[in-house]
Structures are given as C-alpha cells and as structure tokens.
C-alpha cells in the first residue's frame, strides 16, 4: 500500500542542530557591508569585532563588569581556553548527561590529569545537582545538545559558592534564560541558536573568573590560542575586539546580522518566546501519538532548542539496538529524500531517534507542516519491518 504524503511541505527542510537554519530574511546580500580583504587590526575590523561583543551583551542582558571575547575553534575552543587556563586551583566537580558534558570530563581526566567528582546521568536524565560540591570548580553544560535535557534555571547554585561555575551554553545561549550571577564562565559559538557560521567562539567571564586568572597559574604549559593572561594580567584586549588570531570578517558580518535580527524581535526574550512556540507544537504531537516520545523523561527538563524524540512503539522496541538504529536513520533518510526535513538524525552516541532542532531562527509554521511527515515517515518505515 502506497501512503498518501501530506499537503504541507515546510519552506524551509533545515532543521540541523548545528550549524543551524539561518535567521528568516537572511542573504548574502545582507553582508555586503563586511569588512573584506582589511586587517582585522585595523579601525573597521576592530570597530566590527567590538560591535559583536557589544551587542551580544545587549542581547543577552549579560552585566556590565563581565568580560566578553571572540576565541578561536567554536564553543569547544571556548571551553578548553577554560580549563586548561581556570582548573586546577581547587577540587573539581563536572556533571554530564550526554555526549559533550562527557567529552569535558574525558578532557580534564585524560589530558590535564586531573581528579575530579563526576555527577553522571544517563540520557534523558539530570544528574543529582543537589550533590554538587560548590566549594569546588564546577563544570556543567546547561543544555545538553545531543539529550534534549537542559537545566531548569540556576536555582541548584548557591550565591555563596566558593569556587567557579564554568558552564557550556551553546545550544541553550538565546533561548534559555541564562542566570548570570550564578555563572563566572559562560560559552557559547555562533552556529547554534543565532544561526551563525561556525569556528568562532564566546567566552564570557564573570569578575571572579577574571581574578582566579590573575592569581593562578595552571602547572601545564599553555598553547598561544589559550592564552588569556600577560605577566599576571588579563590580556584585556581579547575582551573589546583584539582576537587571538584572525576572525573570518564575512562569519563576523553574518553574526551582526543574526544580533540585529534578534534585537528586531524582542532581543532575548523575544528568541526564548519563539523558541518555546517551536516546542510547543512538536510537544502537542507528540501528546497525540504513542509512538513518539520525548527522550528528556521530565518535561521541566526538556531543551527547548535542540528536542530529542524516541521511537515507542512496541514493533520497533522489538528489534535490537542495530535493528533500532537502522529504523530511526530509515526515518530521517525518508523525510530528508522528500527535502522536508534535513539533518535530524539522533547524534551518533545517542539513542536512536531524532533530534530536531527548534531554536529562534526556526519558523514555528514550518514545524508545524513537518508534524503530518513524521507520521507518514514511521508508517512508511515500519512497513519495512512488519
């Protein structure tokens, strides 16, 4: 039996977890006015840089007294500025729930040779963030990517804490309410919920982040792209547009674009309200067919970004782990053959499943039409099996 496609296409199939879809209304042409072929040194590439760093502040509602720079080599470059420069100092405590969160942890464990407290959870859970330590350093992602679970706000950290928060908020920055005094390193890259090009990176740093740099020196040597301190000062030109190495000014332009996009709709909590109205229709599917799930078990818990879905139905539940695999990536490959939807495979060391992504720059009508699809898909694929 041949199924009958649905009416709806999506205008636009693009609904990556990273690099993710571009801001509505975007064109090359919009970056027309990118500082080319300039040095990055000189007056307009400084003026552009700080510009970025300036209006990232602005959108973010980040205070006054942090710093902000652009590093190298995306959100990963961010984070590992972070611990080869920050840990070390005093004990550790890192949590994960998901690939990345345990890619830090294999980072601190494996290459800087560090002990370290670990708070583990399996996908679609939270650790037990009331047995964090704080008089520790503390490392945490906010949003886990490739689980679809997140933090429910900054509540778990005490005001009082003794040592530093170092926290991954790639997917979660723009969309989820960041709490900032609870926060002394944040990070995020451009290609997450702004839809920006990647391999340039946020670090952001609260004034005891910038203390500890000043007053610490790690017993590794440092490469030059880590460097953010000179004679036991904060290199404070990395902070107002001076970057470690040469920025791309095209990926520069394109990231003022996304800002100023976002600024046009209300700034943050215009992309927090868009991203939660992108949720919110796949949550209403999903409550209206069993054969679908959410991954994140809690449903305070559930990203709003990056939505991790599993697969429910008992036929598939039958098969093995490969047998499961296989269907969900049938799955997906039908839905991107029909340029519906691309890239929303489950992450490679995830569950099998799909992950859509559902941040600000995603057209909630778009979603919407990709619903009926989903369903065609499963029945489509499950005739393979039956």
Known sequence: MTLQKPGNRPNNPRFSSGPCTKPPLWSLDALSDAALGRSHRAAIGKDKLKMAIETTREVLEIPADYKIGIVPASDTGAV??????????????????????????????KQLGLEVNHHQADYGQLPDLNAVNFDNDVVFTWNGTTSGVRVENGDFIPADRKGLTICD????????????????????????????????????????????????TPAWPLPKIFRLTKNGKLIDGIFTGATINTPSMLAVEDYLFALNWA????????????????????SKFVAANDWI???????????????????NDPRVAALDAAGQSTFAKGLAKLL???????????????????????????????????????????????????
């Not at 600024?263 to 796949?282: C, E, F, Q």
């Not at 559930?302 to 991790?308: P, Y």
């Not at 499943?353 to 898909?377: C, F, K, Q, S, Y």
């Open 80 to 109: 590992e500025m972070a611990l080869w420069s920050l840990l070390g100092a005093r004990g550790i405590d890192m949590l994960s729930w998901e690939s990345f969160g345990a890619g830090w942890v294999s980072d601190v464990t």
């Open 336 to 386: 991107e053959n029909e340029a519906v939807a691309y890239d929303i495979g489950s992450y490679r060391d995830a569950p099998a499943g799909l992950r859509i992504w559902t941040g600000g720059t995603v057209e909630t009508t778009d979603l919407a039409d990709l619903m009926p699809w989903l369903n065609w898909a499963f029945e489509t694929q499950l005739a393979t099996i039956s």
């Open 293 to 311: 799930g959410f991954l994140a078990e809690d449903a305070a818990t559930r990203s709003n970004t990056s939505v991790c879905l599993k697969i």
């Open 263 to 282: 600024k046009s709709i209300g700034g943050k909590s215009g992309m927090m309200k868009r991203a939660d109205a992108n949720l919110a229709v796949i």
């Open 169 to 216: 908020a790639t997917s979660a920055a723009f969309a989820q309410d960041l709490a900032w005094d609870k926060l002394d390193v944040t990070t995020f890259s451009w290609q997450k919920v702004l839809g920006g090009e990647a391999a340039h990176g946020m670090l952001i740093l609260s004034p005891r982040a910038v203390e500890r740099l000043e007053i610490y």
